[in-house]
């Protein structure tokens, strides 16, 4: 199985900062990632798929890039509604895995 | 608008099966292919297995193999996870996700909103 480290585990933040995670895969995934939004008691939300790409009506201030190993998940401005976890995931290779999540906090 | 809708939470002994459906409306059911992921109290998130809502294929996580079915009924436009063999592990909130592709595995576009499974003697 393909696995995907996250990090950091959980990270606080002020209003405006910019928010950096990293999802390392085990093996090249080529852009085969995507991002997910989950806040408390919420399904998932897809933000961003194939490493870079917007989902529909999702805010600018989200970003992903990467290729093969190594991804990077932004947030160039954060605001208090993007308390959440979010969730790297890969599509490259059966079964289907995700990383272990990094929750957002505000200052 | 895409809207999927699942069954209530359920409490099982071990040992148990449940049966968990979702309901697909918004859209035509056999044009996405659907995925179940789990997620245990506090834990992240886990993929289960995925169906062709078109053709009934199945692929399952080999973790899961021999104890998960997922189905479907066209003709209610409504996907089935049934696991078998619970255990106190397998109490976690239980996630039907569409596939924005009729066939393979790409991206989930739209979630259900979960439904809790609790494995208790």
């Known amino acids: 199985d393909i696995q995907m480290t996250q990090s950091p585990s959980s990270l606080s933040a002020s209003v405006g900062d910019g928010v950096t995670i990293t999802c390392q895969a085990s093996?090249?995934?080529?852009?085969?990632l995507n991002w997910y939004q989950q806040k408390p008691g919420k399904a998932p939300k897809l933000l961003i798929y194939d490493a870079s790409n917007f989902e529909a009506r999702v805010p600018s201030r989200f970003s992903g890039s990467g290729y093969g190993t190594l991804f990077i998940f932004r947030i160039s401005s954060l605001q208090p509604e993007d308390v959440a976890t979010y969730y790297c995931h890969q599509y490259d290779t059966l079964p289907l895995t995700f990383g272990g999540g990094t929750t957002v906090e505000v200052k | 608008q895409v809207q999927l809708v699942q069954s209530g939470a359920e409490v099982k002994k071990p040992g148990a099966s449940v049966k968990v459906s979702c309901k697909a409306s918004?859209?035509?059911?056999?044009?996405?292919?659907m995925h179940w992921v789990r997620q245990a109290p506090g834990q992240g998130l886990e993929w289960m297995g995925w169906?062709?809502?078109?053709?009934?294929?199945?692929k399952y996580s080999q973790k899961f193999q021999g104890r998960v079915t997922i189905t479907r009924d066209t003709s209610a436009s409504t996907v089935y996870m049934d696991l078998r063999g619970l255990t106190s592990e397998d109490t976690a909130v239980y996630f039907c996700?569409?596939?924005?592709?009729?066939?393979?595995?790409?991206?989930?576009?739209?979630w259900g909103q979960g439904t809790l499974v609790t494995v208790s003697s």
């Open positions: 169906i062709d809502a078109g053709n009934g294929n199945t």
């Open positions: 918004g859209y035509t059911f056999s044009s996405n292919a």
């Open positions: 996700a569409r596939d924005s592709l009729r066939s393979g595995w790409y991206h989930f576009d739209y």
């Open positions: 093996q090249d995934i080529s852009n085969h």
